[in-house]
Nanobody, 118 residues
Framework: QVQLVESGGGSVQAGGSLKLSCAAS????????MGWYRQAPGKDRELISR???????NYADSVKGRFTISQDNAKSTLYLQMNSRKTEDTAVYYC????????????WGQGTQVTVSS
């Protein structure tokens, strides 16, 4: 059974940094992509960063240049380094992992709250 467990959320002041971790168990890294999503109050869940099996990374315009996604296959952990935080970054952050023959299904973590105050 696959489990994705996020950690590292919390409160930070604007301009500060925070690093999220997603520990994956029962999931095979390096085959499908993994990513980070977030959902702010009253808004839809949005993809903010994705890392493909070949290491290619993508970012939403709203976080480009401030956030960095990475993964440690040996530790089965996905990371999201968040710098220069803005109040609009306040949201619940979710780790997601693609699976299936065509990588067209998704496992989800339970989410971790990140709050940025001015």
């Amino acid at each position: 059974q696959v489990q994705l467990v996020e950690s590292g959320g919390g409160s930070v002041q604007a301009g500060g940094s925070l690093k999220l971790s997603c520990a994956a168990s029962g999931y095979r890294f390096s085959r499908c992509a993994m990513g980070w999503y977030r959902q702010a109050p009253g808004k839809d869940r949005e993809l903010i960063s994705r890392i493909s099996s070949d290491g290619t990374t993508n970012y939403a315009d709203s976080v480009k240049g401030r956030f960095t996604i990475s993964q440690d296959n040996a530790k089965s952990t996905l990371y999201l380094q968040m710098n220069s935080r803005k109040t609009e970054d306040t949201a619940v952050y979710y780790c997601a992992a693609e699976y299936g023959r065509w990588c067209d299904y998704m496992y989800w973590g339970q989410g971790t709250q990140v709050t940025v105050s001015s």
